[in-house]
């Protein structure tokens, strides 16, 4: 099927985190229609195994939703920074450890219905203690799961952002396999 042709596009919203954006296509069939875009950099999601092999995940509050939820590292691409540069600094600031060893696991489009936003994927193993300071950590609590148990937390919905569960069946169930 051919592509939507954009016709036009117009900036309604720029913020810190996500830009809004209006566009004017045309469908293959000569429709025309409107478009809603989140514009939202990439991010990478990292899959973080200790030492005694337990997946170390982060609870936080996320505001948007209204409670805490127990999720995998992840954070946005700084303008000019590389994945993996941002994989060393994300777990600096959020789980206060430095990975010797960062293996990609691959990468998927968290929104694609109506945003840019497109997440790498990681495994980062072989951690040393290393925090750098960030504005944004405060009420991070590590939590430190076994591999066998995430399934389970999955379904039972204690593990319920799309970013943790796709990276950690990714994880599971393709790379340990």
């Not at 039972?156 to 599971?172: M, Q, R, V, W």
């Amino acid at each position: 099927m051919p592509p939507e042709k954009e016709l036009s596009t117009q900036q309604v919203y720029h913020g810190s985190a996500v830009n809004l954006r209006l566009d004017t296509v045309e469908k293959p069939s000569g429709k025309k229609a409107t478009r809603e875009v989140v514009e939202h950099s990439d991010c990478v999601a990292v899959i973080v195994l200790d030492d005694q092999d337990n997946v170390l995940l982060e609870r936080q509050f996320r505001y948007p939703v209204g409670k805490s939820l127990l999720e995998i590292p992840a954070g946005g691409i700084d303008p000019g920074e590389e994945p993996v540069d941002c994989v060393r600094r994300e777990l600096q600031e959020e789980i206060g450890y430095l990975p010797k060893k960062i293996e990609r696991l691959g990468g998927f489009y968290s929104i694609p219905g109506y945003g840019t936003e497109y997440l790498h994927c990681y495994l980062a193993t072989d951690l040393v203690p290393s925090r750098l300071m960030a504005e944004d950590t405060e009420g991070i609590e590590l939590v430190r799961v076994p591999p066998n148990q995430i399934p389970q937390l999955i379904a039972s919905g204690e593990i319920s952002d799309a970013k943790s569960i796709a990276a950690l069946l990714t994880f599971l169930f393709v790379i340990r396999r």
